[in-house]
């Protein structure tokens, strides 16, 4: 009980006398002449830290930084490889040990390695992209008439953003002027030659000696395309002798091989591959310790170089490593004023600088147009860098999907302040193509499948023309084309003329049998106006002129239509906003559209009509919990009733549960749901697993005028999950009326 007080009592007076030893080493500087200071830094000798690369295991080296300061072992230089770089880095632009346990506690898998764009930041094109066709996987590129692929399975827009929150110092400089000189090394893919970064960018260095092969896209610096150093240099004690280093300290994680049993797929195959020249090189950079260098060994154990979710689990690893060579490393322990008045000249001022920019550029843009890229970007020239907005700008510049990494530097030019937003076109397009998939059933009578293939072609002119050309296949028959043109370097306004053709079919039920099914099939031109009126919102009205052949495909004769062709004239209107975090697992935001149909005889359509529909959808959640309220409805305006071949269907999974998928047709109707979800599992990269529960009521005009109610009530209950294919689901529904189904879905709903 003694001993615990004496140590809490000890604690804040140690704390106390390092700060007060600080400042008086600080009027010690200032009172002695800079020779005789250096003089006495020459005493002792100039030790080097070098830290290994590891991936997850590199928090370790937190750890390894933490007791050296608890020992007052000096660090007068630092060289460091991958995850060592980022660490080392850290420590050298001015991070004290306690920020840098602090900021990974907020550090994760996703933070790392998810590139996309939250939804609600998103343009309006993209979601409405995203709601109509269930496209999954990567792009495939096409270009030269050769297809092409990304370097990596991710950017690393996620990382950039870590990295330059963790670094004090920004901007170009020296690293030798750091308050600890650093070296970062990574690997020139293309020659195969080690890279050592002296200067520049210092979170970019840190960057580019992360990016694992295959995981992450190299990193293009100076011309050059860099990966993890670690494939040359894991240890790199070479590079810090060069700097002068008498006494290296070298921090060696190890990179453990798979089993035999652990290589199961060409993925594990290159892992191992990586692992032993990594390895190898590691061998040779022991060799070149000396018999005063101390090396300190975590005992990492199986914790996997993937695992980012549990990073500070490895901080008391390097901690007791280095604590066995406790030994060696006190004869270079300085005493308590002369530590702390090193460490007080090692810590960065973390004052904001109020210096402002006086220019911003784009350089190397060859397709995409400079000044489009302008008006995606809220830092202004005449003000100072506000880091949170700059990378929200970064990241807004690479949700246009134009760009396979997006960065920046600011650079001193004449004398101006330069703000250079370094936006690397993608290798792979400017044309893309995208494929996806639905297949749903109700276990009973119908299934569903459908196939989807998608072509895009990017800036076809300065103001970022689109061609988009899409086709469905399956049970939905569907062909269409469309030429986006914005009217203004901010995309504000634009036109769209289209053309599709399509089929769709009609089931019609008397109670739960099918009794007839009409196929429709449309050909159809149309051109819409249209302006974005927030990042949130989008307003269009348009024409269009075609045809559509309505005919009986199966049942009564009594049910086929009077005739065969139909004409199309219409007006449409169409306002959508979007503010949900994803289309499928809300758990925050607002979303809704409303849509007009007004077909006119004086514009050539054989039925005068109006018909509209609208929705609206809204989430909100706490912890695992979520909410999501949804209303739905549709009917004609005026007194002309809708035709037989522009009905609405309705019924299936959350769109009146307990109904077979279509199984409603009819004039018009107005439905509302409430869905509780429990989050049940996390996955990385994925939106993760779902148990919930559904309340639904629908109010529905039949289109046989059957003896049934029209007001209808069911739920059901799911269970959903992210998959690289799409959003899955099985469910089970039930009406009140009796009516029950099965569901199994991959894709939206």
Not at 458 to 472: F, I, K, P, Q, Y
Not at 494 to 515: A, I, K
Request: proline content about 4%; charged content about 25%.
């Amino acid at each position: 009980m003694i001993h615990q007080r004496l140590r809490q009592w000890w604690r804040p007076c140690r704390t106390a006398g390092l700060i007060i030893a600080g400042l008086l080493m600080q009027h010690v500087h200032a009172q002695v002449p800079t020779g005789q200071t250096e003089i006495a830094a020459q005493k002792r000798p100039r030790i080097g830290l070098v830290l290994s690369g590891g991936g997850a295991r590199g928090a370790a080296h937190i750890g390894v930084l933490k007791v050296l300061e608890e020992m007052r072992v000096p660090v007068d230089i630092i060289v460091g490889t991958s995850m060592g770089a980022i660490v080392g880095g850290t420590y050298s632009s001015g991070s004290s040990v306690t920020e840098m346990e602090q900021a990974i506690r907020g550090i994760n898998t996703n933070v790392l390695f998810q590139d996309s764009l939250a939804r609600q930041e998103q343009s309006m094109r993209r979601k409405q992209a995203e709601q109509q066709l269930p496209l999954f996987a990567a792009e495939i590129g096409l270009r030269d008439g050769a297809i092409s692929l990304p370097k990596g399975a991710v950017v690393g827009i996620g990382l950039e953003s870590v990295l330059r929150r963790l670094v004090k110092l920004k901007g170009t400089r020296d690293f030798d002027k750091l308050p600890i000189p650093f070296r970062a090394v990574a690997t020139d893919v293309v020659d195969g030659e080690m890279v050592v970064f002296r200067e520049g960018e210092l979170s970019n260095a840190m960057r580019a000696s992360m990016s694992v092969p295959g995981v992450v896209a190299p990193a293009e610096v100076d011309g050059r395309m860099l990966v993890d150093g670690g494939l040359v240099r894991n240890l790199p004690v070479d590079i810090a002798r060069e700097m002068g280093a008498d006494i290296i300290i070298a921090v060696n994680l190890g990179t453990p091989l798979l089993r035999r049993d652990q290589i199961t797929s060409v993925v594990g195959i290159s892992a191992q591959m990586i692992g032993i020249l990594t390895e190898q090189n590691v061998k040779a950079s022991l060799k070149q310790l000396k018999p005063d260098d101390i090396l300190i060994l975590p005992e990492l154990g199986d914790f996997s170089a993937g695992d980012f979710d549990n990073l500070p689990k490895t901080i008391p690893i390097g901690e007791a490593a280095t604590r066995k060579v406790a030994g060696k490393l006190a004869k270079y322990s300085l005493s308590p004023l002369q530590y702390a008045g090193l460490r007080s000249s090692q810590m960065a001022d973390a004052t904001i600088s109020t210096r402002v920019v006086d220019e911003i550029r784009f350089p190397g843009l060859n397709r995409v147009n400079p000044e489009v890229l302008a008006h995606l970007v809220d830092s202004k020239v005449g003000e100072p860098i506000d880091q949170k907005r700059l990378d929200a700008d970064l990241r807004r510049i690479y949700g246009r999907g134009d760009f396979e990494h997006v960065n920046y530097e600011v650079i001193n030019d004449g004398g101006k302040r330069i703000l250079e937003i370094n936006a690397t076109e993608k290798s792979w397009g400017p044309d893309y193509l995208r494929f996806g998939l639905s297949l749903s059933t109700d276990f009973s009578a119908d299934s569903v499948f459908n196939l989807y293939a998608s072509h895009r072609k990017t800036w076809v002119n300065s103001l970022g023309a689109e061609w988009r050309n899409d086709l469905v296949v399956g049970r939905i028959m569907r062909a269409s084309t469309e030429f986006y043109q914005p009217l203004d370097v901010g995309q504000r306004f634009f036109v769209v003329p289209r053309l599709e053709v399509g089929q769709r079919y009609l089931d019609v039920f008397s109670v739960d049998t099918r009794v007839a099914r009409l196929a429709a099939r449309t050909t159809k031109a149309a051109v819409d106006l249209g302006g974005q009126w927030t990042k949130f919102s989008e307003l269009r009205l348009g024409l269009e002129r075609g045809f559509t052949d309505f005919r009986l495909d199966t049942g009564p004769v009594e049910l086929a239509p009077g005739r065969d062709r139909f004409q199309l004239g219409a007006i449409t209107g169409r306002l959508y906003f979007d503010q949900l975090d994803s289309p499928t697992f809300s758990r925050t935001g607002l979303a809704g559209s409303v849509n007009v149909f007004a077909s006119r005889a004086r514009l050539g359509a054989s039925s005068q009509y109006t018909r509209w529909d609208g929705d609206i959808s809204s989430a909100t959640s706490y912890g695992r919990h979520a909410l999501q309220f949804a209303a739905k409805a549709g009917g004609k305006l005026g007194d002309s009733e809708l035709p037989n071949y522009d009905l609405f269907q309705w019924g299936g999974f959350l769109r009146q549960s307990g109904y077979r998928t279509d199984q409603l047709l009819g004039k018009e109707f107005k439905y509302g749901r409430a869905v509780y979800t429990y989050k049940l599992l996390e996955q990385k990269f994925l939106e993760g697993a779902y148990l919930g529960i559904a309340a639904e009521y629908t109010r529905f005009n039949h289109f046989l005028n059957l003896n049934q109610s029209d007001r209808l009530k069911s739920g059901a209950l799911f269970l959903g999950f992210d998959s690289p294919l799409g959003p899955m689901f099985v469910a089970y529904g039930r009406a009140a009326d009796g009516n029950q189904a099965g569901y199994f879905f991959l894709g939206r709903p």
